[in-house]
């Protein structure tokens, strides 16, 4: 079967938004497209939204249609002639939608990137973020910038304190730390716990916090939980105690779950959570198939999960803003940033495609 042209697609779905049916609607008619078209489209989306109704700076656009011309002409050179059509369009669609939103922000004087939870630009930086991890298949550099990501949230909670912004929703990720008597925290950021939650369990752990600031600088968390990854790449090299997976090294513990004999240059889906900067523990290991991933994370209430499966096959249950999982609920409040984790073995019935590639 001949190869879907994502290009073309793109050009059809942006089409079917800007004629009014809804992004929802439209991603349900491609499925298995579905996580890369989303990012594209809510960016074109956006940008189309902020220039609705404003009367640009003549400079700015010049400027922004200089810099367009400039990229298509050395697209158009003979050297990157390698390049197929469909993946020029492709890209000269994605430097189109781009140059929109950067013009909106010149003309308006508000820049996205400097706006926090319950701001106007925030859904358009989250936007941007999330087009910026799709488009990122290297396991090492996608990584990277979620590491990136997880360090803005908790700067952005911290900015919310600074400025006095109580009873905002916010979510963020770090590394559990403190004591009954000092108090907890993560990444920086002190900690109002519920009581039926065992904060010695995380400590030292690389969480998810889900909650809501208060006037005294503190979150009061809703949920918490283990921060997982899902790392999908090439296995590079297999060492008793480590793996190299698409440049990624991470732990092999004897509980780690490996489904199935693998060797260098299989491709490979795994599941790890972080214990320290750029290292990782891998929980379960599965061939790599093609289904949509989440971000997925363990529960923090009780006792910690080992990465044993349930009866149903799964060890929890279903992002940025980006991440999942079975997490420590407070009976009674709502959590904005939380959802299921999947089983990060995999499921013949439901491939994943979406994750850190080689």
Known sequence: MKPTNLSHLFEECDLQVRQGIPLETVLMQHPEHAEALRPLLETSQLGRT?????VPNRAA???SRAQFLAAAAEMRQPARRTLSTGLLRFAVNLVMALLVALTAFSVTGLVSAQSLPGDTLYPVKRAVENAQVALTSNPASRLGLEETLDDRRSFEVQAL????RSNQDVAFAGFFSGSAADGWMAAGVPLALPAEIKPELLAGSYVQVNGRTRADGSVAVTSISLRLFTITGIVEQVEPDRWTVGGVKVGIAPQTMINGAFTEGDSISLTAIRTGTD??????IGPRLPKPAMDATLSARGSLPTGEPDDDGSTGSD???NVDGDSTDVPGEDDPGEDEFEDSEPDDDQPDDNNSED
């Open 50 to 54: 902020l220039a609705g109704g404003i």
């Open 319 to 321: 992002d940025d803003d």
């Open 161 to 164: 304190a600074e400025r006095g």
């Open 279 to 284: 290292e990782f523990l891998a929980l379960a």
């Open 61 to 63: 656009q010049n400027r």
